[in-house]
């Protein structure tokens, strides 16, 4: 059995309320602004379907896609506004037929892909393919179309 992702996470809504301290760990949580709008609570369970429904209909972020789920959470920043932490949501240089040419970087269990200095650059990325200059990003993606 395999786990779906959270509505939010599917749906690229980045929770905005202030991090809950539950012990050992912190749990994201909605703003006052998102839980009315969505008709969630601050843990974003819904509380009001239609409210929500209509919420979600509004929104035009891209819907997770199994084939993914087998990609490590850390290889997949998020990209142009998509909320990416454990989701099937395809990282944009996958989306953009872009090969990150860096070092492969020893993770332990796995292996992660890096991006070359100049693919930094050129993408305004980190080594990971975290936009860091969004401006940049985007013109980059808008010239490779």
Known sequence: ?????????????????PGKDMGSWTAITFSPEQQEHFGINESGEIQDQAKFDAAIAAIAAPQATPSCA????ASMPP??????GGA???PWWILH????????????????????????DQ?????????QDKAKFEAAISALK
């Open 88 to 90: 099937c949501l395809k």
């Open 123 to 131: 993408f305004g990325v980190d080594s990971e393919g975290t936009v």
């Open 97 to 120: 037929g872009v090969a990150p040419a860096g070092p492969a970087v020893d993770k332990g269990t796995w292996t992660a892909s890096s991006f070359s200095a100049e693919q930094q």
């Open 1 to 17: 059995m395999r786990a779906v992702p959270p509505w939010w996470i599917q749906r690229g809504v980045k929770p905005a309320g």
């Open 79 to 84: 990209a142009s506004g998509q909320a990416v």
């Open 70 to 73: 087998a990609v490590p959470a």
